[in-house]
């Protein structure tokens, strides 16, 4: 079966870095979606990776391993706003997007 | 901006009744997508279409249809409505690539089944 994997719950303190993972079994592979969601609202898209590496977008990072299954979001410099879930999602053979549970992420002061 | 629109926010329906979610977007997109998002579980894909009048079933098709008689408009339809469909439905959509192309979400619509 396909599974993503990520952590329930994390918490960090505002100003730190904190680093989520993801770890995925699917049947194929054409990229990894990291979407950012706010209690109550819509998930919103972070970013993509289809190659090895990092990539990075301001604050936030995200990291890929095709051959380990695995990718981490990585945000630095924490603000209380980052408080939100953040979802992992993988594009599979048939190009449909498999999900994650999410993991969310508490700010303390 | 992207702007996927849906019709509730939040609704309260009772068992059996026959419910209708709409999904509206404003740019043009070919693709779109219903999914379910429960406590503890990642989204679930309902149905999705990537042209007006063709639908194809996701992962958890039970219980619903789906409509699309226009590009912009994507609605989905419990026939008779059961307690376990009480969840956060989530409208999306993207271009016409799905390697690629971003999903943008609606606000989503929390359906109560009394």
């Known amino acids: 079966g396909q599974n993503i994997d990520q952590p329930t719950e994390m918490t960090a303190t505002e100003g730190a870095i904190v680093q989520i993972n993801c770890t995925y079994q699917t049947s194929g592979f054409n990229g990894l979606f990291w979407y950012q969601q706010h209690a109550g609202e819509a998930p919103t898209f972070l970013s993509y990776n289809v190659l090895d590496g990092l990539e990075e977008k301001g604050r936030f990072s995200s990291f890929l391993s095709r051959s380990k299954g695995y990718s981490y979001l990585l945000l630095k410099e924490l603000q209380m706003k980052d408080s939100a879930s953040y979802l992992c999602a993988v594009l599979d053979s048939n190009y449909q997007l498999i999900w994650g549970a999410g993991t969310k992420l508490i700010i303390k002061p | 901006d992207v702007k996927v629109t849906q019709s509730s926010r939040y609704l309260v329906k009772r068992t059996g009744e026959k419910v209708f979610l709409e999904c509206v977007q404003d740019?043009?997109?070919?693709?779109m997508f219903w999914y379910r998002q429960d406590p503890g579980l990642g989204l679930r894909l309902i149905y999705f279409s990537y042209d007006v009048k063709m639908k194809e079933k996701g992962d958890i098709p039970e219980g619903y249809s789906v409509s699309r008689e226009k590009k912009e408009r994507f609605s989905l339809i419990l026939e008779s409505a059961s307690t376990n469909q009480t969840s956060m439905y989530l409208c999306a959509s993207s271009l016409a690539d799905l390697s690629t192309d971003t999903q943008y979400f609606g606000p989503g619509t929390r359906l109560t089944v009394l």
């Open positions: 740019m043009d997109h070919e693709n």
